[in-house]
């Protein structure tokens, strides 16, 4: 008997870039990647702002950007000659799962141009990369260099729009600086694990070095190391095992950019999108939530992100733990692990985030001295998860409850 | 002396852009079917997925989006440091990044959110004119 995925979706049409093999004028990869869809559409009818997935083998993300299509599925699934073949796997799932109704697999590669005209067009980033690719080409003539260039950015908007300061930021990193003393492997614990570890103030935010206007060093993550992993299963296996099951009870991602350049609003991120279709999987609402994690790669992503889940109102995320509900025993704990602002981040902090989550709702955050110490445990018995990538670019959100 | 940040390097889908660059004149790619301008160069229209594009010359004027201040940098620009870097909204639409010119850095001011500025031209190399943005009187 054929599974339940069998037939649950098809391919309705397929096309290539304008010119292939061996093209006279020599092309980039994102010039083949577009001529391409832009024919698969034309043939079918179907118009590329319907297309609410992207899979591509690491290219998503531009595409998206490109394309100005803000995606509800997001699958860069890079592996070799075979990603596309997955890519179709994994978007017959997310069409029967009624995640997204229009799936776009594409590939393009400038193995032959890329040749002639040393390296250039292949869409390779980072020192040494593409020099062509339109980043290097509009953004790194500027300056900008590292996540804090580009976050400050955001900072200066939100406080010229809603009249926030970055004292009103300070509270974030103070608060979490809080959580962070209540875990031993956190790098700001306390004394011991950094000369700069233990308790801060508002104050001592304030005055830190500046790193880029309005941020100073204390309103930026951390930079360490990390390896982290989850497992998750069925509910039948879930149920005989020695650890205690997490649920999955929603989940949602979204993307608004790719580039800064490409962001329409600096004080507002695809978490509003991203969480809207975690709640309504769960059923659950911003109200349902007991705690959050939140990706706190400054501060003021976690208080603009705060606004986007729909935990404060627009303007007033930081007043979360500026009026102590995030802190320990407070309503609605946020960041208990210490944040990437003093537990750990290591480039990509999104697995720490999931690891905290676990051992809140499975309540072994303070088991011993490994995962936390006497009051970092909460009550919570629900918890929104989020992550952001890029430049406030990608975000994806879970809902998780307790079992 | 020698211009010492890095230089943009010209792409067949940008020539347009820096061939305006280095006669002085800020050209924008804009959609003959929609008739919006976007920034960055595209393949397509990003509005409207058309591909009949046009270039054209704008009045290189708009107004500061945000803007921060850059303490650490590297490079040609870390000599630099602190500098301003902004956001511009162009007054045909979209948005531009550049350093900023014509404020002073070691005193940032909200006020410089909505502030006119004017474009300029840097030669970086005999083919590559950068455009900067310089703050005009409010």
Known sequence: MPGELSRAAAIVGAAEANEIGYPEKNKTALQLHIEAIKNVSDQTGIPISRIDGIFSAGWSSELAEHLGLHPKYIDTTSVGGCSFEMHVHHALAAIHAGIIDVALVSHGESGWSSRNIGGRGSGRGGPGGDPWALGTQFSSAYGLSGAPSNYSHAMTRHNHRFGTTPSDFAHIAVVTREWATLNPRAVMHSKETHPFGGPITVDEVNNARLVAWPLTLLHCCLVTDHGGAVLITNPEIARGLKTKPVWIAGAGENMSHSNMLEMEDFTATSAAASSAAAYKMAGMGPEDMEMAMIYDSFTVTAGITAEMLGLAKRGEGFTLWKDGHARPGGRLPINTNGGGLSFNHSGMYGMQLLVEAYRQLSGTAEDNNFSGLKGKQTKARSCIVNGTGGSLSTTGTLVLVAD | ?138
């Open chain 2, 1 to 138: 002396m020698a211009y010492n940040k890095p230089i943009p390097e010209p792409s067949p889908l940008t020539q347009p852009f820096w061939d305006g660059a280095k006669a002085g004149k800020l050209v924008l790619p804009r959609c003959t079917n929609c008739n919006r301008v976007h920034w960055y160069p595209r393949y397509l229209c990003p509005f409207c997925h058309s591909a009949d594009l046009e270039w054209f010359e704008a009045s290189g004027e708009g107004r500061v989006h945000t803007f921060a201040v850059q303490h650490r940098a590297f490079g040609g620009w870390a000599e630099e440091a602190p500098f301003v870097t902004a956001y511009i909204d162009l007054n045909e639409g979209d948005r531009m990044l550049t350093v900023l010119r014509g404020v002073d850095p070691k005193s940032p001011d909200l006020s410089w959110v909505g502030a006119r500025v004017r474009v300029e031209f840097e030669p970086a190399s005999e083919d590559v004119h950068i455009p900067f943005w310089r703050v005009v009187q409010a």
